[in-house]
């Protein structure tokens, strides 16, 4: 018999109606005859809600409390699922992240998983229970609530697979799995039957939304299989494993984006060979994620540097370089908002050049103007103006023949 996790997602569990229907879903993997640890998130919006509550209390909330704030919404579906389960004739029982034994960073907001003890859960499951986990948070050494970042459940579920040596980890959710692109947006995206854990790190990390990227990290690094799938329908979802033969001849697989990003330029920094480690160190001592970085020589003894970060980091990078701006020795800085990246993403870019010839000519002939530029083996993304950014996604997932990836599957 071996040990399953699911994982449902804040809509799956909008309503106590919902709830019941979750329930029916744990105990059809129940009744399969196997072990299931169950991971949910806060019910609806309730994170979102959390977050407003706060603001109206205070402008930049202490991140301490913020993060015992928003543990609370998960506590809430825990229970309740619980209790469902119970009036079905389960035996269950349910685990705030502390109770479950995950262990994290002590980094409020975005916490990491260090360590989790498992013991809990075993003993739980062995005396014939189902295991309700509250997603998204854990506790540090000393003793404090933290939470994992947003959409941080993923990773809770993920994290548990691996440390209990899960046959799978199922991420049941409000769509049916993983597409080409985000179809709110994308019209014409289509659902993917599987893609790497390569890929899916990319797109995770690029923008989209359907998985914590740390949640995809895990189960690359653990070697667990996941799957993601619709909570409401019984249909296939997308399967995220290591060898992926299907649809290989498909160049690009996906296209990701994200809005709400900022280009900070540093005008005038002293050109030492510690210059752009001084800057860096100095941000990530602040736990400031910088993405793509752009270096420009502008005489012998000075360059101009470029950067982005979300737009919700903006202000403490700016606070941060302020103020160490004569030890870090720069003249001037300058920040732009407004902007967001797109994406190109797929395994089938490293034997095949021209790909990001071809994305930066699709951009020109459409009148998209390209502010930032990074690569990786399997994916090259560009910063634009933000009003554009559906626009190129669209643009560039039909140039890449994206709306026809139904066909290619039933080709194979
Ligand atoms: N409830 C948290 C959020 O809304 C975590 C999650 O749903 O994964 O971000
Ligand atoms: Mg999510």
């Known amino acids: 018999m071996g040990i399953i996790v699911q994982k449902f997602g804040g809509t799956s569990v909008g309503s106590t109606e919902r709830i019941r229907h979750v329930a029916q879903r744990v105990i059809e993997?129940?009744?399969?005859?196997?072990?299931?640890?169950?991971?949910?998130?806060?019910?609806?919006?309730?994170?979102?809600?959390?977050?407003?509550?706060?603001?109206?209390?205070?402008t930049y909330p202490n991140k301490r409390e913020l993060d015992m704030l928003l543990s609370t919404g998960e506590q809430v579906t825990i229970a309740l699922l619980t209790m469902a389960l119970h009036e079905l004739g389960y035996k269950a029982v349910?685990?705030?992240?502390?109770?479950?034994?995950?262990?994290?960073?002590a980094v409020h907001g975005n916490a990491r998983i260090t360590h989790i003890t498992t013991e809990p859960i075993l003993n739980a499951l062995n005396e014939g229970n189902i295991?309700?986990?509250?997603?998204?948070?854990?506790?540090?050494?000393?003793?404090?609530?933290?939470?994992?970042g947003r959409g941080g459940s993923d990773t809770t579920a993920v994290a548990l697979a691996a440390s209990l040596s899960a046959e799978r980890?199922?991420?049941?959710?409000?769509?049916?799995?993983?597409?080409?692109?985000?179809?709110?947006?994308?019209?014409a995206a289509r659902q993917l039957k599987a893609i790497s854990y390569d890929?899916?790190?990319?797109?995770?990390?690029?923008?989209?939304g359907v998985l914590h990227p740390r949640a995809v990290e895990f189960a690359k690094n653990y070697r667990v299989p996941l799957t993601v799938r619709s909570s409401m329908e019984h249909v296939d979802g997308t399967y995220i494993e290591e060898v992926n033969t299907m649809e290989s001849n498909l160049i690009v697989r996906g296209v990701a984006f994200e809005k709400e990003i900022t280009r900070i330029t540093v005008h005038g920094l002293t050109n030492q060979i510690t210059s752009l480690s001084s800057i860096f160190t100095t941000l990530a001592n602040h736990h400031i994620n910088?993405?793509?970085?752009?270096q420009v020589q502008t005489d012998e003894n000075t360059t101009n540097l470029s950067f982005s970060v979300k737009d919700e980091d903006v202000r403490e990078t700016l606070a941060v370089l302020n103020e160490h701006q004569s030890s870090l020795g720069f003249e001037k800085m300058e920040a732009e908002s407004g902007l967001a990246k797109v994406s190109i993403v797929g395994s089938g870019m490293i034997s095949n050049p021209g790909v990001a010839a071809k994305m930066f000519d699709v951009l020109a002939q459409n009148g998209i103007q390209i502010k930032m530029v990074s690569t990786s083996e399997i994916k090259v993304s560009v910063v634009v103006d933000q009003k554009e950014m559906i626009r190129a996604a669209e643009i560039?997932?039909?140039a890449f023949g994206l709306?026809?990836?139904?066909?290619?599957?039933?080709?194979l």
């Open 131 to 148: 295991v309700v986990v509250a997603g998204f948070q854990g506790i540090t050494s000393e003793g404090a609530i933290t939470t994992l």
């Open 169 to 187: 980890c199922d991420i049941y959710t409000d769509v049916t799995g993983v597409y080409t692109s985000d179809p709110r947006y994308v019209k």
């Open 290 to 294: 910088v993405d793509i970085i752009i």
């Open 396 to 398: 560039l997932h039909e």
């Open 199 to 208: 890929e899916m790190l990319e797109m995770a990390n690029l923008g989209a």
């Open 29 to 58: 993997e129940k009744e399969r005859g196997n072990d299931v640890v169950v991971v949910v998130s806060a019910m609806g919006k309730t994170t979102d809600q959390l977050v407003s509550l706060a603001k109206e209390i205070s």
């Open 403 to 411: 709306d026809k990836v139904e066909e290619t599957i039933a080709a």
């Open 94 to 105: 349910s685990y705030t992240g502390w109770q479950a034994g995950i262990q994290t960073e």
